[in-house]
């Protein structure tokens, strides 16, 4: 039996040829050093992978029971939670195992940092690192979204602008992602593919190259302070070294292996204690106390986006992120050489502590912030009873049409609604009738904070919706341009619709 | 730390790890409790969430005092027939902002609770006036007004509505009583016939103004107005705003 096993898989290595290639890859030899307690700072890449590899497992497993379309999505999550036996546990596993992968992943590269690896020789494993960590970040991204709850809506409406702020290809790139031009179930399929399929893809190909590069360029030996990277003589030194060296496959392996079956351990208990998240509420878009946060990795963006001046939003939502990712690139090629210990090496230790620090405070600040686009459909506030009121027949009809059109979405009146866009209480007082029309009709110029409604809207809805605006002002405050008739007035009445032309000025007060 | 040791302390982990799992998964504290299980919005059959969170930013937290026209409304509730009603909320009010509620029509709510709203409106806001004396809720207009109509909706709109509105519709210079101009085609295009003729008999007495029998305001000499008389009003309006019914928005809900 054992013989004819072996004749098996020896006619299938004869063409295959990997018998060489898995017994190089388990016995390479790696710098004896690493048997010292110093070893136990290698094991997280491997916890990295085994998390991956759990990922993989659980994500087959609740792909089977998935359904990835707008209207079934979420109930397919209830049916998992409530009716499925164990499937609340593999939810909760997925959604642990994925935060565990993105600890694991920020600990390794913290690590091989604050150690020194990413320099000579190994300057390309840390980029194809960086770009797998980048991976690691669009899984979650992406599968926060198939949760389809109000979370989901924030994470879309996030990429949705981030994606809008690029120059010129922007509205296509938007349009790519979400399907359309604004979010609904079209969305919802793209992040599927893109969760299942390609980033998948994407990562497994570049773990690929990550691995085959561990392999080729070795593993660092720890730090030695005093001993210093040359790129003339490192590369003699180390291959000395390896000829003392170790098999990777001894106590470096069983290393790895316990922490991982530790890790995942952790994971497990933690997953049938805390259980699923989610999915919170329904993914009604008209519920009036949604209140979406982006999943942890995320948040410490959102703090940011909510505690800068407006005027910054395109900066951190479009260069600020790509800075980021540039820096980490650029990381080996500013210091690739030189001293690798921590000990010798303050600013790369204090940057470290710097940006933990700065990660964690806005962490904890994006649980409280308050930026919040909702999308979709009516919103349930009603307009205030106060400016119902002293409101004339226009401007009531004009109140419908601004909660018709979803501008309370992003607007608030008296602090209640949206808060993507200014406050619109006093808006009246701001900007003349004409600026109104411009605003509704063109948004934002460029695209990507306020929709132009120009299309969208009847010259009748426009007119009274201005009407609405103009009078959205403290009592007694007058309407931003009639105090200072003049040249604009004449603008003004040109702006008008030509059916209102033979009618008094609406609100002549 | 030898293989051994490594080992050995490895074959306790998996043996730990078998323990959590065996078996006892299902009674862990982070199973979800059947009994917190959200509602899925197509479940949600309380009049009351259905209301506030679809129906009161148009028409007012408890249905009046919004922008749109008031729904707890004693009077309109005692007129207003059941079918219109659901057929409103189903498939909304072509051209003005009210929405298409159905499914079916890319609203958001299914035709059960439709049906809970359109009888929870009567139920929940109890119209306790007996509407036997107020004209019904359905007129007539005829869709080419003639001359003599619309001379008699102007000597209506004179001693009824002018008070308020301006001799023309234009509205009164005010600015504290005055409701505004009704006379502007825009305006008239973003309401229903249906919904000129409703407001004609009901007011709005959530934000004063009288309904078709109340006299503050009017003339001395003024009597309710008939149903009749509601459709010359009506067909008045129609002539301001230019067409004989509101003209659809071009984003308006589908049909």
Known sequence: MNARLRQIGTWIDRRLGVRDLLAHTVLHPIPRELESPMGWWYVFGSASLTFLLLQILSGVGLALVYVPSADQAYESLLYLDYEHPLGWFLRALHYYAGSGMVVMVLVHMTQVFLQGGHKYPRELTWCVG??????????????????????????LAVAGSMAGRVPIIGPDVVHVLLGAETIGAAALSRFFALHVFVIPGALLFFLAIHLWLVLRCGVSAPPVPGQIVDRATYDRDYAESLKRGVPFFGDAFWRDALVSALAVIVVVVIAAVLGPKGPTDPPDPTLGGANPRPEWPFLWLFALLSLSPREAETFIILVFPLLVIGVMFAVPFISNRGERAPSRRPVAVLSVILIYTTLGVLTYLGFTAPWSPRMEAWTADPVPVEIVKRSTVPQLVGGSVFQYKNCRNCHALDGVGGRRGPDLTSVGTRLTRDQLIMQVSNGTPGGGLMPAYGKQISPAELSMLVDFLVSLRPEGQPAAGWATPGPSLGAQQAAEPTYAKQLPPPDAS | ??????????????????????????????????????????????????????????????????????????????????????????????????????????????????????????????????????????????????????????????????????????????????????????????????????????????LGMPNFAETDGRDSDFKPLTSEEIDDLVALLAHWRGRPQQVASNMGPGE
Request: hydrophobic share 40%; aromatic share 6%; proline share 9%.
């Open chain 1, 130 to 155: 960086v770009v797998l960590l980048l991976c690691v970040l669009g899984m979650f991204f992406s599968g926060q979204i198939l949760r389809w709850d109000p979370d989901a809506y924030w994470g």
């Open chain 2, 1 to 206: 730390m030898t293989s051994a040791r490594l080992l050995e302390s490895w074959r306790v982990a998996g043996l730990l790890f078998l323990l959590t799992t065996g078996g006892c998964l299902d009674q862990m504290p982070g199973k979800p409790n059947p009994a917190s299980r959200p509602k899925l919005p197509s479940e949600q059959t309380d009049f009351q969430v259905l209301f506030a969170r679809s129906c009161s930013g148009c028409h007012g937290a408890d249905g009046k005092l919004g922008p749109a026209p008031p729904l707890n409304d004693p009077l309109f509730l005692a007129i207003v027939p059941d079918e219109v009603l659901l057929d409103v909320i189903t498939r909304g009010r072509r051209g003005t902002p009210m929405p298409a509620f159905d499914r079916r029509l890319s609203g958001t709510l299914t035709a059960e609770q439709i049906q809970i709203l359109a009888e929870g409106l009567k139920t929940h806001f109890k119209p306790t006036l007996a509407g036997g004396d107020a004209p019904p809720y359905t007129g007539e207009l005829s869709t080419q007004p003639s001359a003599e109509q619309i001379a008699r909706g102007e000597k209506l709109f004179a001693s009824a509505c002018a008070a308020c509105h301006g001799d023309s519709g234009q509205g009164s210079g005010d600015e504290d009583t005055a409701p505004g101009r009704v006379n502007d085609p825009a305006l008239l295009s973003l309401f229903s016939n249906q919904a000129l003729r409703r407001i004609i008999i009901t007011g709005r007495p959530d």
